[in-house]
Every structure is written in structure tokens, then in C-alpha cells.
């Protein structure tokens, strides 16, 4: 690590900045620095102007993308070079607001019928229910979810700014029936290459982006999308509502697992979810019947 790297680490540090922000700001140093081929001491206004032309023009990058690259050198040059010339000679982009991507209980509810991994499912489920954002949901513990009092604990949310959040009772049950099966001892979602680590943030993107590729939607779904969907409760209490028991009790529905277990407490022991295959369950949701895979 460079002299420079490890003092601009220890401002970030010393200001309490996230360790996600801490990356990400030394990251923009890093290529600012590769792409001239030189220190940043050693760089001036004019450089900074070129590069960021260099983002917009060449590279293409959104202006959000713009924005963090130039606060992360003006941290550089400001608070750590104390140079007093950023401000005034390099521009800040001016901000457009953008309508989100919002997606249509309709096409929730496809997304969910078509996502037939149960550990899936159930991040997809606890975005529309709770609408955390990505961090916040992979880094959520068994011993975040308060059932005496029906909260979700966040213990580090945006600017590591702690919160608590309603807990919808069908979503609790959902989230019952996953433990059930998974059995996470530490983290609620844990990574299923690292199971002492939660999963990772391309890992959440992906299930989500591969979750709208089955549903048939056309449109760039990310995390965040859940938080402009209108995440509510009912939604959850509709798609999920209450069945009768078929005549046989060797196929159940995800449903009637929840019946059983309230009924029993635990699993009965004994039953299979579904005849010879105990890595999967039958769940009955609005497009028919589908399997979901437990191994996971």
C-alpha cells in the first residue's frame, strides 16, 4: 500500500465513512492514478477534468457514476492533498431525477411463481415484504428477526444508521418454513460457497435479474427495484393465502408445511415433503403446481 492509499484510508476511517465507501473511493484513486500513469500528487485540475470527460464520453458511464468518481477525488484532493481548487475548477454534474424502475404485483407475483429455489424465493419475498435494501438484506441475522415483537432488526442500514422494521406475520412464516429447511445458524442468507459468510452482493443481483428473465420481464431489475414497488404486506397475504389439505399428505404445499408446523411446532417426524425426493416440496401458487429445491 502507498503512502498516499494509506493516509487517504485513515481520513475515511477517521470519519467513519463505510468500509463499502472506504473501497470504492480508493478504487476511483486507483484507475485516476492508471490511467495517467502517475501519482495523483503529482495530477492537477486538469487532469480530473479529463478523466471524467474520459468516463462520460469514452466509457459511456451514467451520470451517477460520474458523480461518485468526482466526490471520491475531491476527498483526494480536498481532505487529503488540501488542495483548494476542486470546487471551483472542476464542474458538478447537475443532478436529473429519474423515474425508477417499478414493477407490478402482477409481475411480482410471476417472478415468485417461477423462482423454484425455496432460499430464492425467500430473499425475493423478504425485498417485496420489507423493502431492504441489498446490504441490509445480506447482512441480516437469525437473531435479527424478533418474533415477541414482530420487528426486523437492522443493524446497519445506510450510513450505518441502525433501524427497526415492521414484520408482516405471513412473511415471519415464510421465513419459518425457510429456517425449517436451511437451518442458517449465523446469517440469514448465507453465501452457499462460504456458509460462514453471507452472500455475496453479485450473487443477490443475480438471483434477482435471473428471477425477471423467467418471468418474462424486459426490464433491468435489481434489488433496489423492490424499494419503488410498493412493498406491502397484503401483497404477500394474497399471493400465499389459505388452502384446504389435499385427501393425501405425501405432496404439500408450502402452505400447508406452515399448518403442519404451527400445529406440531416442528416438523412431523416422519414426512417427506414429496415421495422419494426429500430435497424438494410441491408448492401450489398461482400459475399451478411447481417444485422447490431445498438443497440450497
Not at 484532493?77 to 464542474?91: G, N, R
Not at 452457499?192 to 452472500?199: F, H, L, T
Amino acid at each position: 500500500m502507498t503512502p498516499l492509499r494509506k493516509r487517504m484510508t485513515e481520513e475515511l476511517q477517521l470519519r467513519n465513512f463505510s468500509e463499502v465507501t472506504i473501497k470504492t473511493y480508493v478504487r476511483v484513486v486507483q484507475r485516476f492514478a492508471k490511467h495517467f500513469g502517475k501519482s495523483p500528487e503529482k495530477l492537477g485540475a486538469e487532469q480530473v477534468r479529463q478523466y471524467l470527460l474520459h468516463l462520460l464520453n469514452d466509457k459511456g458511464d451514467a451520470w451517477s457514476t460520474l458523480q461518485g468518481n468526482r466526490a471520491a477525488l475531491k476527498f483526494l484532493y480536498v481532505k487529503v492533498l488540501k488542495q483548494p481548487w476542486f470546487d471551483e475548477e472542476i464542474a458538478k454534474p447537475k443532478k436529473r431525477p429519474r423515474l425508477p424502475t417499478v414493477l407490478s404485483p402482477e409481475e411480482i407475483t410471476r417472478m415468485l411463481d417461477r423462482t423454484t429455489n425455496l432460499k430464492h424465493w425467500t430473499v425475493l419475498a423478504t425485498f417485496y415484504a420489507t423493502g431492504l435494501r441489498s446490504r441490509e438484506l445480506r447482512l441480516l441475522k437469525v437473531s435479527d428477526i424478533d418474533s415477541a415483537r414482530m420487528i426486523l432488526h437492522v443493524r446497519e442500514g445506510k450510513g450505518r444508521v441502525p433501524r427497526e422494521i415492521g414484520l408482516s406475520p405471513v412473511l415471519l412464516q415464510r421465513l419459518r418454513i425457510y429456517w425449517r429447511w436451511r437451518k442458517p445458524k449465523e446469517w440469514l442468507f448465507p453465501s452457499k460457497q462460504r456458509p460462514g459468510y453471507p452472500m455475496d452482493q453479485k450473487a443477490v443481483w443475480s438471483l434477482c435479474q435471473n428471477a425477471a428473465r423467467r418471468a418474462g420481464i424486459n426490464k433491468h431489475v435489481t434489488p433496489h427495484v423492490f424499494r419503488h414497488s410498493g412493498f406491502r404486506y397484503e401483497f404477500i397475504d394474497a399471493h400465499l393465502g389459505d388452502i384446504e389439505f389435499p385427501p393425501q399428505l405425501g405432496v404439500l404445499t408450502l402452505i400447508q408445511l406452515e399448518v403442519l408446523m404451527q400445529r406440531f411446532d416442528v416438523f412431523p417426524e416422519g414426512l417427506q415433503a414429496e415421495p422419494s425426493e426429500e430435497r424438494e416440496v410441491l408448492i401450489l401458487s398461482q400459475s399451478g403446481v411447481h417444485v422447490f429445491d431445498l438443497g440450497l
